[in-house]
């Protein structure tokens, strides 16, 4: 779940630190549950405030199914990771948020897995970043996650400098990292690999047609597949008929087809 996704969608806003604790654990709930055998990675942002939020947000995202989350170390009005002009919280404030997120792990007895984020890469260079992300290991940090890596020998890099750790990489196509296959993220080394603008760049730009279209012509002009029926099927129409069926209701019993 991307926090830049979540913003757009939710609020229709860029990602400049607008969404709260509430609004990307509701979003994270629904993703999670949507599926609940899916593993879901989640953006924690900040961890929204000092060790007591960080916590709290470790709890609520546990409890709402997510898998992982990633905690960077932005100030708290943080921006996109793949826009400029970054400003970073003190290594030893990001720490705590990491050993924060890990101790409230241990305390509710959750296995969320915990992926530390470091956006130094822009502000402060490469060894500054490397040595946020051991201290962050060292506080128990399951996962690693340079963001913003700048290209395919520094992704190498990074792999070799933190050997033994798991670490992420962040793909967006067009932002600050070349590109960078699944294949080729497995070959350097990475153990996991997101790609948080493959959905939502599409979905504007067929929104953004589709918009233009009806403008244009009076009507969108959507394929015969496009019908309600199809997309609540994706959405769970069929398991929502099943229920209903099996407790002895009959809401469904003439079907959901339109008779023409």
């Not at 948020?97 to 402060?124: K, P």
Request: aromatic share 4%.
């Amino acid at each position: 779940m991307t926090g830049a996704g979540t913003a757009a969608s939710v609020h229709g806003h860029a990602d400049l630190g607008i969404c709260t604790l509430n609004d990307m654990r509701a979003n994270a709930e629904m993703i999670s549950n949507l599926s609940p055998t899916t593993p879901v990675i989640a953006d924690a942002d900040t961890g929204y405030g000092g060790p007591i939020m960080v916590a709290r947000t470790t709890e609520q995202y546990s409890r709402s199914g997510v898998a992982a989350f990633h905690i960077e170390d932005q100030v708290q009005t943080k921006r996109c990771g793949h826009l400029g002009g970054k400003i970073l919280v003190d290594q030893d404030t990001y720490v705590t948020r990491i050993r924060a997120a890990v101790q409230a792990r241990q305390r509710i007895g959750s296995d969320i897995v915990v992926i530390a984020r470091t956006d130094a890469l822009q502000v402060r260079g490469y060894e500054e970043s490397v040595a946020r992300l051991r201290a962050a290991r060292d506080a128990g940090a399951d996962v690693g996650f340079l963001e913003g890596i700048t290209s395919k020998e520094m992704a190498r890099q990074v792999v070799q400098d933190l050997a033994g750790w798991p670490l992420l990489l962040n793909m967006v196509e067009h932002g600050a990292t070349p590109d960078i296959t699944a294949q080729e993220a497995k070959e350097m080394g990475f153990r996991i690999i997101i790609f948080p603008f493959a959905a939502i760049g599409p979905a504007y730009k067929a929104m953004q047609e589709a918009m233009e279209k009806l403008k244009r012509d009076g009507i969108p002009g959507l394929s015969k597949e496009m019908t309600p029926q199809m997309l609540f099927r994706v959405c769970g129409l069929d398991e929502s008929m099943k229920v209903d069926a099996e407790a002895g209701g009959a809401a469904f019993e003439g079907g959901v087809e339109l008779q023409k």
